[in-house]
């Protein structure tokens, strides 16, 4: 299938259909490529097919800790869900985030203000600032600094990019796993040779945290907001089960939200009749110097913007790989047990028998339509749809309009010597997230 699958295997769904199997190794896998196949797989055999694929690099050992990655809907993932979305992503805990995503933008406004005529690395910076409202939500804490010298941001953006890649790298113990007792390509330990890197930020925090819950037991004291690590203490939690679903949690709210808000910028660089619009509208329905979150209910083109942009680059192309927990039919053929199952989102956004003149960037497009991201309209579903739709969805959005609209708000943007946007390389590089293969570099002028 090459390196890039989603784009392989949409050609062969023009070819042979929108429901198609192929044999890898033992294995059978199975891609849906169209709306009635993605809505049979996420609604009609949801029950059926809400397993997980779990890569054989991300440990089988470790396959009842996960939560994104839960090899199938236990009673224990049902609890972790139900308990990240109360602590996390319910409408009562963005409310109570609102105020720790305004100091970190205000932070990254600081860094590209003292940063002005330089080449800035905008996925860095984007990268920290969300790492660090992450953080700061889990464990009450930053990890990193805009302004490290020594590069700890991209290290640790590597390091869980490197996880990414382990579970999606081509394994013949997926393929045949008979042998994965083998580990023959090494993936296993390098898996758990980053988990270990990015537990190192965390391990002392739990420990301490163990502790000082330990000590205050039984005595008077005062009454601190708790955070996300409290409730899972709380839960008693193992540190290899916090660290397993921290890396998830990081990864998830940071490498998604980066990496669509590079393809936007990307897109309006070279589309300036579009650059020109957002910017009209949000210099006419912005009526204070900063963006409040209850703007975006009425930037129509700005929201528009955003979708066309996921439609064109979803967040994860093939979404997760899900697994047939029972036999089912879909579209009138049998899905054995086990078979695993890919829903080719990148395929339904760009289906000219879904899309008029799918390959071109027109948020004009969304003004008035019906479609969102609700999971419920299976031509467009870029964060999935059924019981294993991303339950990060609402912190997801906030944070994506909160730092575009704030970015061309504040700045004008100029690629580095000048280069035509014209000529911008838009390569993809495939993962489990749709990233530019050339990273975006610019340079930032606030507006007079």
């Not at 979150?293 to 996921?310: G, P, R, V």
Request: hydrophobic fraction near 40%; proline fraction near 4%.
């Amino acid at each position: 299938m090459g390196n890039k699958p989603h784009a392989s295997t949409a050609m062969m769904a023009q070819e042979y259909g929108p429901l198609i199997s192929l044999r890898l190794g033992s294995r059978l896998l199975v891609v849906a490529s169209s709306p009635e196949a993605a809505m049979e797989v996420l609604k009609t055999q949801d029950r059926n097919l809400s397993g997980r694929n779990t890569p054989d690099a991300l440990q089988q050992s470790f396959k009842d800790y996960y939560l994104v990655w839960a090899y199938d809907c236990s009673q224990h993932w049902k609890s972790l869900r139900t308990l990240s979305k109360a602590q996390m992503f319910s409408a009562k805990a963005l409310d109570a985030q609102s105020k720790l995503r305004n100091e970190k933008m205000t932070q990254m406004l600081d860094f590209l203000n003292s940063n002005q005529g330089k080449v800035v690395k905008i996925e860095e910076v984007v990268f920290t600032t969300l790492f660090n409202t992450m953080s700061n939500i889990l464990f009450s804490k930053d990890f990193l600094d805009l302004k490290d010298e020594h590069g700890t941001a991209h290290w640790l953006k590597v390091a869980l990019q490197k996880t990414l890649e382990g579970g999606m790298t081509p394994n013949v113990s997926d393929l045949f796993p008979v042998l994965s007792g083998l580990d023959l390509q090494g993936l296993r330990k390098a898996y758990l040779k980053h988990l270990l890197e990015v537990s190192s930020f965390t391990d002392t925090i739990i420990d301490e945290r163990r502790d000082r819950i330990a000590s205050s037991a039984g005595t008077k004291v005062v009454v601190e907001e708790k955070d996300f690590l409290d409730r899972l203490l709380e839960n008693n939690f193992t540190n290899t089960q916090i660290n397993i679903l921290a890396l998830e949690l990081f990864i998830a709210g940071t490498d998604t939200v980066v990496s669509t808000i590079e393809w936007a910028m990307a897109e309006l660089l070279k589309n300036k009749e579009i650059m020109d619009k957002v910017q009209e509208e949000l210099k006419r329905e912005i009526n204070s110097n900063s963006i409040m979150e209850y703007d975006f209910s009425h930037l129509t083109y700005f929201n528009a913007f955003i979708k066309e942009t996921l439609r064109l680059h979803p967040v994860v192309p093939l979404l997760l790989p899900r697994r047939a927990v029972e036999a089912c039919e879909v579209m009138n053929y049998t899905i054995p047990q086990n078979s695993q199952i890919w829903v080719n989102v990148w395929a339904i956004g760009r289906d000219p028998k879904v899309w008029e003149d799918p390959n071109t960037f027109k948020p004009e497009r969304f003004i008035g339509s019906h479609l969102d991201f609700t999971g419920h309209d299976y031509e467009f579903i870029p964060f999935g749809g059924g019981r294993r739709m991303c339950p990060g969805i609402p912190s997801g959005i906030k944070s994506l309009q909160t730092i575009l609209a704030t970015l061309i708000h504040e700045y004008d943007w100029v690629l580095p010597s000048n280069e035509n946007p014209a000529k911008l390389d838009m390569n993809e590089k495939f993962g489990v997230t749709l990233q530019k293969e050339k990273p975006l570099e610019l340079i930032f002028n606030a507006k007079k």
